[in-house]
DNA sequence: TTAAAAACTGAATTGTAATTCATTAATTGA
DNA sequence: TCAATTAATGAATTACAATTCAGTTTTTAA
């Protein structure tokens, strides 16, 4: 299969430890305040290095971010496509999701203030390319609601609706979560998340 | 009452011109790529001129925003605060808000980036402000949930986690129809931001 | 009318930090 | 062992843009 030299693996080792230093980094600072010396320096390597790795500071950044998403979507994407009912897909999703996020608190202060970065989704091609993956997620999100519509499972709405209504109420909660001086699992939302999403919040009479 | 000079209606009049043409970039560019030139540009003055009325580029920017905030945070708290059902008083909030996001489509555009810069609310003084005032919006929401909670009109859920929902949706509904190549109203969404949050996406059976 | 004061201007100053590159260190293969 | 060759370094270069300020224009009021 894949015979990889030592050269290789110690280029890719490094190149690990850069993103793991800028993801640091970047998650504390965000993009314009982190100093490439500071990553450099977190990373042990001296700041020429960097740019054996990377082009450009956007380069490292989107690098960082674009590896992360790709991750999180192959979970995701892999949940999603399992055979199950649509509702009990959504929950596991939805765990899965929140799992994630906990191990990955770093990179998911970076996620989260990216989302909002409109200015870039236009501009840069990698950039663009995130959006399109951020935007891939909510399509497939809202492919299951429909078939859980299908499936009467679900009231008759619009399942975009749905899905920007579910991820907006993941998203607070994980922003909540992530400035909460209390620290707490992130995932013992799940039930509180689903609660609501799927019944509601007023009494019924 | 007040006697207000010439000279002091002129100072106001032109801090509102450099305000409104900041709003403008920075709704565009974001903070950082923003420029103290191209906002002199747009607001007609020469550069030097902006620090005759904002002390920095930082100093600009968050008076922006503080401002703004103070003034919808004004129109919230009088509407939360009349006499109401507080089923009735959240419906009406909503109106109101989505109403004020599509008049004020720029500053929004700012808004929502800000709300997740963390690094800044920590950091500066007027940042920190607008961060408590941004906070002080939910608290507000979720006292209205706990008094609807206690006249039976909700279920009993924490009203914290409610009002984090809530604002989640909204917030991701006002992403959408701030990305969206599609003019739409976004006041049109009200029902369904409603329909959800109060009676949940599950078909009942 | 005019000189002093206030407002405005944008080119020059200044600080900052990304990127480069001449130099040094490490690795390789003969 | 020893010359290439490759990798790493961090000080110097360069680009950029916030802020300043000496000069200009406008306003004021005597």
Redesign the pocket.
């Known amino acids: 299969m894949e015979k990889v030299?030592?050269?290789e693996r110690?280029?890719l080792t490094?190149r690990k430890e850069i993103l793991k230093a800028a993801e640091k980094v970047f998650a504390v600072k965000g993009f314009?305040?982190?100093?490439?010396?500071?990553?450099?320096k977190e990373a042990?390597?001296?700041?020429?290095?960097?740019?054996?790795?990377?082009?450009?500071?956007?380069?490292?950044y989107f690098t960082l971010i674009d590896e992360k998403v790709q991750e999180i979507n192959r979970l995701v994407q892999e949940e999603l496509s399992k055979k199950a009912p649509p509702l009990e897909r959504i929950k596991r999703v939805l765990t899965l999701e929140l799992d994630f996020v906990e191990k990955n608190r770093d990179f998911f202060k970076i996620y989260i203030s990216e989302r909002s970065r409109f200015e870039w989704t236009v501009k840069d091609d990698l950039g663009k390319g995130i959006h399109q993956k951020m935007v891939a997620y909510i399509d497939l999100l809202s492919k299951v609601l429909k078939e859980g519509i299908r499936k009467g499972e679900f009231k008759p709405l619009d399942p975009m609706d749905m899905a920007h209504a579910l991820v907006g109420m993941v998203n607070s909660f994980i922003f909540e979560w992530m400035i909460s001086p209390v620290p707490y699992p992130l995932i013992s939302k799940v039930d509180t998340l689903l609660e609501i999403f799927l019944k509601g919040t007023q009494k019924r009479r």
Chains 1, 2 share one sequence.
Do not use: V
């Not at 314009?32 to 450099?40: L, N, P, R, T, V």
């Not at 042990?44 to 490292?60: A, V």
């Open positions: 030299s030592r050269k110690e280029y490094h314009f305040q982190a100093k490439m010396d500071e990553i450099a042990e390597f001296g700041t020429g290095t960097l740019y054996r790795f990377f082009k450009s500071k956007e380069d490292l």
